[in-house]
């Protein structure tokens, strides 16, 4: 059995209860399934800060590139608000997007029928809802320079960040975001501000280029990224894979996150371009939900956006398809049980915390198994 190998960074606030009820599911595959992972931990984020006073120490950094795939909790808390900008949690997470060249975020934005009642918007509008928001991660606004402050001398100061992107950068995203489509619902709508942006034009001039020259077959619709994002809470079953910039992507991205429940709910793959020889994309796994610090410690996070970015890893980084599935189907009858964390829980169901959560994810993929 080929040995697989993960880099565990479950970093700060519930970071690191989520990342250990996905810590007994790898055991539990490597002893009853002969699965072969094989995990080393490292710090990111405030931990890291706290260790070493980096956000990620460049050991970790190699580990990570040399891991097949990086699993990811969350960093950041009050507790570092005051670190020097270029060692704050997130930058920790950036490095890791930009040095191993991360460039496609995969969010999809499902939402699991046991929950239609818990989003802020009516069951009829989210029920059934499966969208995939393609975000470009490593350029654009993120990573344009100049980024600074620079002191004008007369009692002002100019903050400035650079939004730029290159046309290789939008050929790649959008590629990703037409093959994703073939594989689901065949329809991409292309998100940015044209109307104001100069890489707005850019972008949707090379989208509509790369979808003539190689992906015609994919419907292609392109939408100005605020009517886009007023069209995500008016009627988002409209939608099958949105492209977007990297801080649209951000932006977008937390809004689909609500559709769907609890930002709790979501995971996320972010890969890199296929190695030339080996065909393998270099890949980070985390939940879209952030370190929560107001309730980290408790014991009662939801670790079901840990655990669904864990089954995204077994399909896109270890093509395990049936493990995943199996996974992605034992967290949505867990929840048709009536199980529910605090941040998903209604009227009449059953609260559990973390490790409960945990617990019966794990029992009911050992019995989906059987
Ligand atoms: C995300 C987060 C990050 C981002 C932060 C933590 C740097 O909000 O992954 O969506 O802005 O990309
Ligand atoms: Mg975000």
Redesign the pocket.
Known sequence: MATRKLLLLPGDGIGPEAMAQVTRLIDVLNSDFNAGFETQTGLVGGSAYDAHGQSISEEDMKLALAADAVLFGA??GPKWDSVPYEVRP?AG??RLRKDMELFANLRPAICYPALAASSSLKPEVVEGLDILIVRE?TGGV?FGDPKEIIDLGNGQKRGIDTQVYDTFEIERISGVAFELARTRQNKVCSMEKHNVMKSGVLWKEVVSATHKAKYSDVELTHMLADAGGMQLVRWPKQFDVIVTD?LFG?ML??VAAMLTGSLGMLP?ASLGAPDGVTGKRKALY?P?H?SAPDIAGQGVANPIAMIASFAMCLRYSFNMIEEADRLEKAIAEVLNDGLRTKDIMSEGMNEVGTEAMGDAIIAKYRALAA
């Open positions: 960093v950041g997130e997470l950036l991660l993120y990297n951000d991205s937390d996320s985390e879209v952030g």
